[in-house]
């Protein structure tokens, strides 16, 4: 067991231990979400935007999740100082990107060096 495995899981006799670094080796969208997180990249977003729904699918639900998501409609505020013009915006690296990406190209975007998203 290595020091990501989880050790409330196995103290307790569950079988359900979840190793965190394989659990990112097993889905890379959740790894590139991670990274992207941790690097401040953000997407701006609608609830009625159709090409935010289908990055959202791309990513998966759990993924997505993990992503700094600014939904425009509840802070137009926000996204008006952004200078947020089409949905989805993304600004990686303090650059403002104004359309979707297939997963592989936001890697590419963000200099992720982890096992890539083939979608």
Known sequence: MNSSTSYASVASGRSDAIDNSSAEQADPRMALAQHLTSIGA????????????????????????????INCEE???????????????????GQKYERGFPLTELAQLSNYSGSAPDR
């Not at 802070?75 to 690296?93: F, H, L, S």
Request: glycine share 4%; proline share 6%; with cysteine.
């Open 42 to 69: 953000k997407i701006y977003t609608t609830d009625w935007c159709p090409t935010c729904k289908r990055q959202k699918q791309e990513f998966g639900e759990a993924a997505f999740a993990l992503l700094t998501m």
């Open 75 to 93: 802070k137009p505020d926000i996204c008006a100082d952004a200078g947020v013009r089409r949905y989805p915006t993304w600004e990686i690296n």
